[in-house]
């Protein structure tokens, strides 16, 4: 049994690694850190989790990340995995983090990330050694790149809906200039679980918020990889939507073809870019947002206009799973040399 | 008093209109006839109506629509206020109709939504000669016509969402080549109360399901509008979303402008152009789904892309009131001289 | 017009009597007064009022409290309308209190109260002198003492539920032993506006969550007041559950028949003991939480059990309007010696 | 691997014990039966089901009923297990059935459940002969009986949360006069698939409806099962109400003390109860619906009164698990031999 440590282990993106975790073949939680709730049992700190973990949440500090671990998981605000990365490699130890800070391959790219980022002043990486070791972690995308690696940068929510919903468009260059038009819709626990005034029930419950309309910090790793697949710029016009739902994100995307497809073409090749992935699936008609709550998949389909020379593609994933937790096992499993599958067998959960 | 008259009484928009004709210091409603729970008194159809309304609810027939009252409003399915219409327009009644019957100046655009219309197989018009005389029930653009007005056309519920949202955007040619690319998102009382499989709360519920992707029957009248406001064609290119709330619909409308606008500008352009109109606000952030429930308001915002070249512009809209009862209200207003606000001066509920 | 100054008036208690007040004939609101946003617009805090309200907040000192105005509605913590008490007493200023401030009528009583409240440690009350000129605000049992009373204590939002609902049994000594028990719903919006764990949405939305059980502040007055009604002590279960929902208040109250009723004699003497009251609605089928949303109704019914012995009556209230803001209006216009429905035609938003 | 056929697998009944069977180490799905959507694909059914199964739903018909299983769930309405009873009991095929079919010892106790179900006009029983070997399906209290049973009778869903919830209370002869109250809250799944005007979005949104209020046909099961534990009469005064929410029944259950109990004292004696009992989980804090949903658990807490007299046992289960296919597969597991908690590891799935 390999040892995973689990760092900001009682936001909710450390409670959705804990889970996988404990149902994984071959990884046992060696410890719980966490600034919040330290010195508490976590199924105190989330009652749903009695009789499955009992571990007390432990307070970060330099002795305790990494200890007695094979891989320790950031689940963290930006810049805090930095901070810890070059002990890590000293010591041989894997991490993956959830933020932006191994997402870029160079720090003039990180630096463009952190300035759309409101959440970030300081632009330089404190570990710049390490970016070129690192993988972005979009496992349909990057397989060979993340196995087998010491560090990765898992993927932003939204930019998880978008590049695998996109890549076959943008790495066929079917979209003309490049520019895509999303409009996204994300449940509250996207945010996080702090309490806010944006998340309150009262105010979102019914409700949708457009927000950080053409500006959310996303969209960089999006336009990043997507430009490298299709060797040209490309362009993304995101408006992200917050619903009063506390899973999924949905990506409506709207492209100009750059020559006419039928809409049963897309399917076809979008079959064949993910032919063998095991958490992709490509249906027959517009996925929805329920359809893969609590699993792994990204679930995608593409509509052609009328005229026949614009498409649609609409993608739907569990910001939580795939979006974050999901997506963060897979690649552990491949970090480890294991089945991608492990641990993620989970289908959604409906109605 | 003037005495209405609701056919279609027990539906929804029966019961919007209703409950505004009860408050509203110059009508009151004479009749409720509806083919569902004829028979009952409406307060055992909607228990909520209690202490408000015991009006019977009386079976439609070739007498009892049009008696004694001064106006009829239908909220029918498509083609069955056009049957009635002749008979009603011989005796001089007014009537205000929900469906696509009167929104359309010829039968050759009638054809065209009909196509359109997944429930219209016959696309011909049966009451061609009163089509002219009907107005197209957009206050906010067509007060002269609806003002005094034997027959209005209410909009389809996205329409007024759209064509509000974008009218001066179009009266300024500002839209490149005329396209939009919209996704809207709307609650599930936009189909009526009739049970059915997608409107399921244990289906709909914390789910969000885009629909009639690029053919919804609504894009037709507001192509129409759009197009002759800019006196070129306007196209569409929509994309609707069932949500699993009750009321409300958001639209997100793209546009690339045909030249370059500030956010300011465009924002003073709106205020301009809608000044003196009782029921559309702009506002300097983008406006919420809950922002307008309950009420009669279309709240509008936009934002411009980093680059200047593009615009959001996002309205919302309770469906049923703006996009249904509550124009209705401010169309039969007009059509009696009445204040437009009437009756319509409740404000949105929030939280 | 009468002039009204709303203190606290940022919170959802405070909001909704500013709604409330803009749209009555008689109240014009002359300032609002709040620590929280101070300097804002109250537009500005709340988008859905733009074109409604333009005021700006001011902060609370000893000069704005009861400044130019005829009512003070304090919409504030408890403990904090006492301490303005004698000053607003001495300029001859009516004022009503949402808080426990003034519901008891002597300091014994509120003592009581203090010690259930896990918000007040101190539980001598500091305005003594004015309690006996203070009239308990649940209009249905004492308007005779709220019409033209100078200070009103507004009534919990679980007290209202539960006193409305069970009033006509413990006045006719129908509950054996005085013991009732209740399993009391409530939407989020009870718990105020502020940020919380509990009222995040991804913890909220789809959950229940039992709390203070046996323990909850508002019993103390309900058992005070149907103790009063029946001569002899009430003793009131009550089990709260927060719902993922913003409004309303579910009253389930299970009571031991002190001699056999039939369900249509109960129903019976509801409607006597309420005729005439504008905001009760006594139903022959079980009242539901929506069937009074936004509006100022108490729906109830009951249920006696097979045996005969038992009955379950059920009370449905919107716990912002009349368990806070529309019971406050109700009062209010009794202070004034208006018609208590002044300002409160608004019916149940549905669906 | 043993071979499953699922007969009303199209409903949520059907589709939840065909979620765990594929997920199950030691069963396969060998055959899907339904009447609606016969001819389908499931996962055209639902399209969540996507590259998880594909089997064509069949037909019901006396050939395709039981044909190449060990083992036949029935999810289907009530009187259509009893039907096909004897002719499986005839080929040694076992079977559970969901609906009241076999959860009777007796004929007796068959026709008091039927004359409490609105949707059974016949009280006899077509398998008579077959009542003695079923075994009642709550594996918590009866796993000797399940254990190799032929026949297994799934409990109801609110039987499931009363029955767990006060067994120990009644076993123990804690409850004065065998009398409880129960208000039972549960979201919409239970009611099934069917499109309904209770279950359209638009009305259950926010919305809580009690309904069949002392007269649920699930109290029978639960008064003769508590009745049995104590060795004398059980009385359940049962009001179920209906939430805006798709998963979950928390039960909120009254009990006098027959004598005087602390609250650790039950939760002691709760945990000696169900000590070895995997699924069964008592909390110090009251459950929440959330808490359970998606797994097998049963959650439960107590709380007593201040005067010590009575105590208020709350319980949480997930009504499509524990109260429906979670419960069935665990009865499964028993008939077969294998460890109870096979193919049921998944915890809650929270936020």
Redesign the interface.
């Known amino acids: 049994m390999y040892r995973a440590q689990i760092v900001g282990a009682t936001g909710?993106g450390g409670?959705g690694i804990l889970?996988l975790l404990?149902?994984h073949p071959d990884f046992e939680v060696s410890s719980l850190v966490a600034r919040d709730d330290a010195g508490k049992r976590i199924d105190e700190v989330?009652?749903?989790?009695?009789?499955?973990c009992d571990l007390i949440v432990q307070a970060p500090d330099a002795a305790s990340i990494g200890a007695d671990c094979d891989v320790v998981i950031f689940s963290t605000p930006d810049r805090v995995s930095m901070g810890y990365a070059a002990g890590l490699a000293d010591k041989g130890i894997r991490f993956i983090d959830y933020s932006g800070d191994f997402r870029f391959a160079t720090t003039q790219h990180y630096a463009e990330y952190a300035a759309a980022h409101p959440g970030i002043s300081d632009p330089s990486h404190q570990a710049e050694a390490l970016l070129e070791r690192a993988a972005y972690g979009v496992p349909e995308l990057f397989s060979d790149r993340v196995t087998g690696a010491a560090i990765v940068g898992n993927p932003g929510c939204f930019a998880a809906g978008m590049i695998i919903g996109l890549a076959p468009m943008f790495a066929d260059k079917l979209v003309e200039d490049g520019q895509v038009?999303v409009?996204a819709?994300t449940?509250?626990?996207g945010a996080g679980?702090k309490?806010?005034?944006l998340?309150?029930?009262?105010?979102?419950?019914?409700?949708?918020?457009?927000?950080r309309?053409?500006?959310h910090q996303h969209v960089t790793e999006t336009e990043q990889t997507l430009g490298a697949l299709a060797g040209s710029k490309a362009t993304v016009?995101f408006?992200p939507?917050l619903?009063?739902?506390?899973?999924?994100i949905?990506c409506?995307m709207?492209v100009v073809l750059s020559r006419p497809m039928t809409r049963e073409a897309i399917l076809d090749r979008y079959r064949e870019f993910y032919a063998g992935q095991p958490f992709v699936?490509v249906?027959n008609?517009?996925?929805?947002?329920?359809?893969?709550?609590?699993s792994n998949?990204c679930?995608i389909s593409a509509?052609?206009?009328?005229d026949g020379k614009?498409a649609?593609i609409?993608s739907s994933i569990d910001n939580?799973m795939k979006g974050q937790s999901g997506t963060a096992m897979q690649n552990i499993n491949l970090m480890f040399g294991l089945d991608p599958r492990a641990g993620l067998?989970?289908?959604?959960?409906?109605?």
Do not use: C, M, W
Not at 46 to 52: G, N, T, V
Not at 199 to 211: F, M, R, T
Not at 303 to 306: E, G, I, K, Q
């Open positions: 909710y409670l889970e404990l149902q989330y009652p749903h989790l009695a009789s499955r038009i409009d819709l449940g509250s626990s679980k309490p806010a005034p998340q309150h029930l009262s105010h979102l419950n019914d409700n949708v918020v457009p927000y309309v053409f500006s016009h408006v939507h619903l009063g739902t506390t899973r999924g949905l409506t709207h699936r249906l008609t517009p996925p929805t947002l329920k359809g893969t709550a609590g998949y679930d509509v052609v206009s009328p614009r649609v609409i939580l067998d989970r289908g959604p959960t409906y109605p």
